[in-house]
T-cell receptor
Framework: AQTVTQSQPEMSVQEAETVTLSCTYD???????LFWYKQPPSRQMILVIR??????QNATENRFSVNFQKAAKSFSLKISDSQLGDTAMYFC??????????FGDGTTLTVKP | GAGVSQSPSNKVTEKGKDVELRCDPI?????LYWYRQSLGQGLEFLIY????????KSGLPSDRFSAERTGGSVSTLTIQRTQQEDSAVYLC?????????????????FGPGTRLTVL
């Protein structure tokens, strides 16, 4: 079984600054996939960024990037130049190649003007 | 439609009653997923369909929960004899397939969810 831990229930950041959300996981699998999702108050889940465990290079998507440390089982999300629209709950998720997934409990991020 | 749709958006029921939740995936998406999200919590994986078949049903919380998918499209999640602990938002997602040819995981597109309240 997999576990995903997000140790920061709440975080805040000033607009235009950088923030890092942490995520650690535990698994015995070798092939897996890691995702960060954003869930604003509208409840709509939106994919932020994904990382295949077999890739050593950290994924980046515009202002979003990850620091994937496979040996440490760590998958943190860095948001640069934070914007007010980034305010949301962020979930880290672990997927197996059999379609099953495990989500963390989320980090509520508030971007302050 | 352009996205995943779910109905109803809200459902209030009495303890002991059965409920059916419906998911319409994006046209052409062969993979479909059901999740449950309790208040302030992350998503709990329930079941995954590839086409009409569900390879693993072990994520369903109890034998009161069942899901089916017909014609490779619409899926229904049925909860029998509802209990108060079943109250949650039930989310559905779909994707083109589980994995792309190169081994990359396909993006899942989520519906707006059904909020179930069991009184």
């Amino acid at each position: 079984a997999q576990t995903v831990t997000q140790s920061q229930p709440e975080m805040s950041v000033q607009e235009a600054e950088t923030v890092t959300l942490s995520c650690t996981y535990d698994t015995s699998e070798n092939n897996y996939y890691l995702f960060w999702y954003k869930q604003p108050p509208s409840r709509q889940m939106i994919l932020v960024i994904r990382q295949e465990a077999y890739k050593q290079q950290n994924a980046t998507e515009n202002r979003f990037s990850v620091n994937f440390q496979k040996a440490a089982k760590s998958f943190s999300l860095k948001i640069s130049d934070s914007q007010l629209g980034d305010t949301a709950m962020y979930f880290c998720a672990f997927y197996t190649n059999a379609g099953k997934s495990t989500f963390g409990d989320g980090t509520t991020l508030t971007v302050k003007p | 439609g352009a996205g995943v749709s779910q109905s109803p958006s809200n459902k209030v029921t009495e303890k002991g009653k059965d409920v059916e939740l419906r998911c319409d995936p994006i046209s052409g998406h062969t993979a479909l997923y059901w999740y449950r999200q309790s208040l302030g919590q992350g998503l709990e994986f329930l079941i995954y369909f590839q086409g009409n078949s569900a390879p693993d049903k072990s994520g369903l919380p109890s034998d009161r929960f069942s899901a089916e998918r017909t014609g490779g499209s619409v899926s229904t999640l049925t909860i029998q004899r509802t209990q108060q602990e079943d109250s949650a938002v039930y989310l559905c997602a779909s994707s083109l397939a589980l994995l792309l040819a190169g081994g990359q995981y396909n993006e899942q597109f989520f519906g707006p969810g059904t909020r179930l309240t069991v009184l």
